[in-house]
């Protein structure tokens, strides 16, 4: 019997791929989002009007999942909704819960951001259902926001010196919970998600620039510009404080880290940040 797979943050850079992953497997797919006419799903894929902050619409669209890949933290606000998805999950009768959270959850050096999932880890595994945990480490993608700066020839911004981070595909973070939602086989288990090798903000301007064949320069920030320069992205004056602490703890070396886990699941080399670079060249200009 094909059951139903509930997707949250169903537009996100993980939700998306999960949903069509799960589409291309021909599951049966309900993916939660605010605005169902703009979101463009793979065919057969019922979308569901909701937000993980809004309780009611949660519980709406658990009604006849029996199996949910939560994504309820997108900032410092967000731990009771986290804590709510896991809640909603277990009223509506669902039996398998995948959740999205970080590296270093729960880890005080980290920081408050290391804090923000917690509570929603803690009731994951409370909860008495099948869960899994998947804490991805910097997430290849977040290179994007470097594009435009990379095809105007300007310096990307740098608020992480040579600190170096186990830089992971987000193709392989949704496999890895596509693998987790259909197979019970995880249960019980926390994945500690990276790529092959540790990067530093430096080392990947230089990957661009191989693959790009061209120059990517690399401008270091001090704090103080790094504050201007995310208030300038649109994040809150709490949101810069906490991830302050997080960008010093990446800064010496903190996020250093490798793990076979991808391998463990897949089985089979996770993605390098290269092969991320040159399937999306073209968001940088390809030269």
């Given at each position: 019997m094909v059951v139903m797979i509930l997707v949250t943050g169903a537009t996100g850079t993980i939700g998306s791929e999960v949903v069509r992953q799960?589409?291309?497997?021909?599951?049966?797919v309900r993916a939660l989002t605010r605005d169902p006419a703009k979101a463009q799903f793979p065919e057969g894929v019922e979308a569901a009007r909701g937000h993980h902050a809004d309780r009611a619409s949660v519980e709406a669209a658990m009604t006849g999942a029996e199996v949910a890949f939560l994504v309820g933290v997108f900032g410092p606000d967000d731990a009771e909704h986290d804590r709510g998805l896991v809640e909603a999950a277990r009223a509506a009768g669902v039996r398998r819960i995948v959740k999205l959270s970080g590296i270093g959850a729960g880890d005080p050096a980290v920081g408050p951001v290391g804090t923000w999932h917690v509570p929603g880890e803690q009731?994951?595994?409370?909860s008495e259902l099948e869960w899994t945990i998947l804490r991805p480490s910097a997430f290849a993608s977040n290179t994007l926001g470097w594009a435009a700066s990379v095809r105007s020839g300007s310096p990307i911004p740098n608020t992480s010196g040579t600190g170096g981070q186990g830089v992971v595909d987000p193709r392989d973070v949704s496999e890895v919970a596509v693998a987790a939602l259909l197979d019970p086989a995880h249960s019980g288990q926390t994945?500690?998600?990276t790529g092959p090798e540790v990067l530093s903000v430096p080392d990947q301007a230089a990957v661009l620039a191989g693959v790009l064949g061209r120059p990517v320069e690399v401008r270091d920030l001090s704090s103080a510009e790094a504050r201007e320069y995310l208030l300038g992205l649109g994040f809150s004056d709490t949101f810069i404080d906490a991830s302050e602490i997080s960008r010093g703890f990446v800064r010496e070396g903190g996020n250093e880290v490798v793990t076979g886990d991808v391998r463990e699941v897949l089985g089979r080399s996770a993605r390098t940040y290269r092969e991320w670079v040159q399937d999306h060249r073209a968001a940088f200009g390809e030269g």
């Amino acid at each position: 019997m094909v059951v139903m797979i509930l997707v949250t943050g169903a537009t996100g850079t993980i939700g998306s791929e999960v949903v069509r992953q799960l589409a291309a497997r021909g599951e049966k797919v309900r993916a939660l989002t605010r605005d169902p006419a703009k979101a463009q799903f793979p065919e057969g894929v019922e979308a569901a009007r909701g937000h993980h902050a809004d309780r009611a619409s949660v519980e709406a669209a658990m009604t006849g999942a029996e199996v949910a890949f939560l994504v309820g933290v997108f900032g410092p606000d967000d731990a009771e909704h986290d804590r709510g998805l896991v809640e909603a999950a277990r009223a509506a009768g669902v039996r398998r819960i995948v959740k999205l959270s970080g590296i270093g959850a729960g880890d005080p050096a980290v920081g408050p951001v290391g804090t923000w999932h917690v509570p929603g880890e803690q009731a994951v595994r409370d909860s008495e259902l099948e869960w899994t945990i998947l804490r991805p480490s910097a997430f290849a993608s977040n290179t994007l926001g470097w594009a435009a700066s990379v095809r105007s020839g300007s310096p990307i911004p740098n608020t992480s010196g040579t600190g170096g981070q186990g830089v992971v595909d987000p193709r392989d973070v949704s496999e890895v919970a596509v693998a987790a939602l259909l197979d019970p086989a995880h249960s019980g288990q926390t994945y500690t998600l990276t790529g092959p090798e540790v990067l530093s903000v430096p080392d990947q301007a230089a990957v661009l620039a191989g693959v790009l064949g061209r120059p990517v320069e690399v401008r270091d920030l001090s704090s103080a510009e790094a504050r201007e320069y995310l208030l300038g992205l649109g994040f809150s004056d709490t949101f810069i404080d906490a991830s302050e602490i997080s960008r010093g703890f990446v800064r010496e070396g903190g996020n250093e880290v490798v793990t076979g886990d991808v391998r463990e699941v897949l089985g089979r080399s996770a993605r390098t940040y290269r092969e991320w670079v040159q399937d999306h060249r073209a968001a940088f200009g390809e030269g």
